[in-house]
């Protein structure tokens, strides 16, 4: 079993700051990529920012010059630091590995449940 648990949605003011995180957890042998997608209401979910087990990063148009993605190995742990915020960041914010749980021979993408970032103007 893995699971991966947001944290730290929320409500901020436009032009303020806003973290969330993800921790997985489980029967886990290695990820590799770990990434923050988002889905705004009548929108698809999109790519914000994507990081591998090696730090090399990869930001959707919606986060470059904003946002940064960065992560803790040792804690399975990734984090997104949101700055200068914009009522159109308004969206449910959505975690997600590359995961090899022990013992299988095969990488999965797991998601976590979501968490809701609101901007308000």
């Known amino acids: 079993q893995v699971q991966l648990v947001e944290s730290g949605g929320g409500l901020v003011q436009a032009g303020g700051s806003l973290s969330v995180s993800c921790a997985a957890s489980g029967s886990i042998f290695s990820i590799n990529t770990m990434a923050w997608y988002r889905q705004a209401p009548g929108k698809q979910r999109e790519l914000v920012a994507a990081i591998t087990s090696g730090g090399n990063t990869d930001y959707g148009d919606c986060a470059k010059g904003r946002f940064t993605i960065s992560r803790d190995n040792a804690k399975n742990t990734v984090y997104l630091q949101m700055n200068s915020l914009k009522p159109e960041d308004t969206a449910v914010y959505y975690c997600?590995?590359?995961?090899?749980?022990?013992?299988?021979?095969?990488?999965?993408?797991?998601w976590g449940q979501g968490t809701q970032v609101t901007v308000s103007s």
């Open positions: 997600a590995a590359s995961i090899t749980r022990t013992f299988e021979a095969i990488t999965r993408r797991y």
